[in-house]
């Protein structure tokens, strides 16, 4: 079972920026579209961004667009988010996945933007 690490989360001001990392076991990892989601307290998981294999960023989610970027190297097998300029409304559990999304999910990593 492809298993998946996020990490990277933590609690930052409101203007300043944070860069997720997701590692996954997935051994077609090159050949795989990854996507990040995110969940926040009280709401459903939303996709946020969405990435190719070969690294050219398909879409993002209109609340990020123009702020976070999403990136891979598949030589390391691992998924990146840079989130700048956050807000206190990006607090959430960030998650990664793979498109067709496997049933199960990472832990994933909180991150928090205080006001």
């Known amino acids: 079972q492809v298993q998946v690490q996020e990490y990277g989360g933590g609690l930052v001001q409101t203007g300043g920026s944070l860069r997720l990392s997701c590692v996954t076991s997935?051994?077609?990892?090159?050949?795989?579209?990854m996507l990040w989601h995110r969940q926040a307290p009280g709401k459903e998981r939303e996709s946020i961004a969405s990435?190719?294999?070969?690294?050219?960023?398909?879409d993002y989610l209109p609340a990020v667009k123009g702020r976070f970027t999403i990136s891979r190297d598949n030589a390391k097998n691992t998924v990146y988010l840079q989130m700048n300029n956050l807000k206190p409304e990006d607090t959430a559990v960030y998650y990664c996945n793979e498109y067709p999304p496997m049933n199960h999910w990472g832990q994933g990593t909180q991150v928090t933007v205080s006001s």
């Open positions: 997935q051994p077609a990892f090159s050949r795989t579209l």
């Open positions: 990435i190719s294999p070969n690294g050219d960023p398909i």
